[in-house]
């Protein structure tokens, strides 16, 4: 089993960035591929971005593409969100998510685990 938590969201201006991040324990969490979600209520999970056990490899939306980076540290059981260049249509909860498949995926059904999220909300 792996536990995940996230942190750093809060307010922010347009414009702004802020860092994400998600602390793993249980489970050996550099064996898994890392994704981040959001969700707005009403709305269905969002896919962001993905990374590999070793960091070779990243997947992003179109939509974060350019502003978001996805980045983690095995060392400390720890994945990243840099979000830069932040927009009101940002706003949402934010949620990290890991998966035991190999291979980098984007939908929510193949993550095993999930943190509780964390709220970002971006002023205009």
């Known amino acids: 089993q792996v536990q995940l938590v996230e942190s750093g969201g809060g307010l922010v201006q347009a414009g702004g960035s802020l860092r994400l991040s998600c602390a793993a324990s249980g489970r050996t969490f550099s064996n898994y591929p890392m994704g981040w979600f959001r969700q707005v209520p009403g709305k269905d999970r969002e896919f962001l971005a993905a990374?590999?056990?070793?960091?070779?490899?990243?997947h992003y939306a179109n939509s974060v593409k350019g502003r978001f980076t996805v980045s983690r540290d095995n060392a400390k059981n720890t994945v990243y969100l840099q979000m830069n260049s932040l927009k009101p249509e940002d706003t949402a909860v934010y949620y990290c998510?890991?998966?035991?498949?190999?291979?980098?995926?984007?939908?929510?059904?193949?993550?095993?685990?999930w943190g509780q999220g964390t709220q970002v909300t971006v002023s205009s």
């Open positions: 990374i590999t056990w070793d960091e070779v490899n990243t």
């Open positions: 998510a890991g998966t035991r498949r190999s291979t980098l995926v984007r939908v929510t059904g193949a993550y095993d685990y």
